[in-house]
């Protein structure tokens, strides 16, 4: 009996167009495809080839990804320890000031992929900062008071 139904799969088959042949192909791969058990990402990021590890970005941190600072700007209450986290694969730096010029208050260094910095904000203010290596690579922190 199994006999007879693959020899009639065979007849069908060899009369059969090529573009039958293409079908039947094309919905068994399209059967497979549906019996991963993959799941999917849904993080699309922000292009660059970074990648979070599906972590969340708490409140007091930036994010270095590609080159840009992640947020640009980041708002914090006096007395606020902010953590600087290099996600990108280059290497980068966080020093104060505008304009690429160095004010004196925080310098990181070199921060390669997956360092840290932190700097505590002890007085109101806004306070620029820039990525040494790349030009245009800014962003501000904006100290305000708890009380």
């Known amino acids: 009996?199994?006999?007879?139904?693959?020899?009639?799969?065979?007849n069908i088959l060899s009369k059969s167009k090529?573009?039958?042949?293409?079908?039947?192909?094309?919905?068994?791969?399209?059967?497979?495809?549906?019996?991963?058990?993959?799941t999917t990402d849904t993080d699309v990021g922000n292009g660059d080839g970074d990648d979070n590890g599906g972590t969340q970005q708490a409140p007091d941190e930036v994010w270095m990804e590609g080159r840009a600072f992640n947020p640009g700007n980041?708002?914090?209450?006096?007395?606020?320890?902010?953590?600087?986290?290099?996600?990108?694969?280059?290497?980068?730096?966080?020093?104060?000031g505008s304009n690429r010029t160095y004010d004196e208050l925080f310098d990181s260094g070199n921060l390669s992929p997956?360092?840290?910095?932190?700097?505590?904000?002890?007085?109101?203010?806004q306070f620029d900062y820039f990525c040494r290596p790349h030009s245009g690579m800014t962003a501000t922190v904006t100290v305000i008071d708890n009380g």
């Not at 606020?80 to 104060?96: A, G, Q, Y």
Request: glycine share 8%.
């Open 1 to 10: 009996m199994i006999t007879s139904n693959t020899n009639a799969w065979r």
């Open 18 to 38: 090529p573009p039958l042949i293409i079908l039947l192909m094309m919905l068994v791969f399209i059967g497979l495809a549906g019996c991963s058990d993959s």
């Open 74 to 96: 980041l708002e914090v209450e006096v007395g606020t320890t902010v953590t600087w986290e290099n996600k990108s694969s280059e290497v980068h730096t966080v020093t104060s």
């Open 114 to 125: 997956g360092d840290t910095f932190t700097y505590t904000f002890d007085e109101v203010g």
